[in-house]
């Protein structure tokens, strides 16, 4: 999969389907902005899903991942 070109930059992202069930994937510069995206998605999307931001963080953490973009 290729991304439009940011600058060489690296980003984290996650996907929905570890937190929510969704089809999402979050991205975000870091992972601590990626668990404040997540939480986001989750109160914007499913707010009737429990927040526990502990458990976001730990599903963040573990099955987060780098996406490296590159010029198309």
């Given at each position: 999969?290729?991304?439009?070109?940011?600058?060489?930059?690296?980003?984290?992202?996650?996907?929905?389907?570890?937190?929510?069930?969704?089809?999402?994937?979050?991205r975000?510069?870091?992972?601590?902005?990626?668990?404040?995206?997540?939480?986001?998605?989750?109160?914007?999307?499913?707010?009737a899903?429990?927040?526990?931001?502990?458990?976001?963080?730990?599903?963040?953490?573990?099955?987060?991942?780098?996406?490296?973009?590159?010029?198309?």
């Amino acid at each position: 999969m290729q991304a439009v070109q940011r600058g060489g930059a690296k980003m984290r992202a996650v996907l929905c389907a570890s937190l929510c069930n969704c089809r999402h994937t979050l991205r975000a510069d870091g992972d601590e902005r990626l668990v404040e995206t997540a939480l986001e998605h989750l109160r914007r999307n499913h707010p009737a899903a429990p927040l526990r931001e502990e458990w976001v963080r730990r599903i963040v953490y573990r099955r987060a991942y780098d996406i490296e973009y590159a010029t198309v």
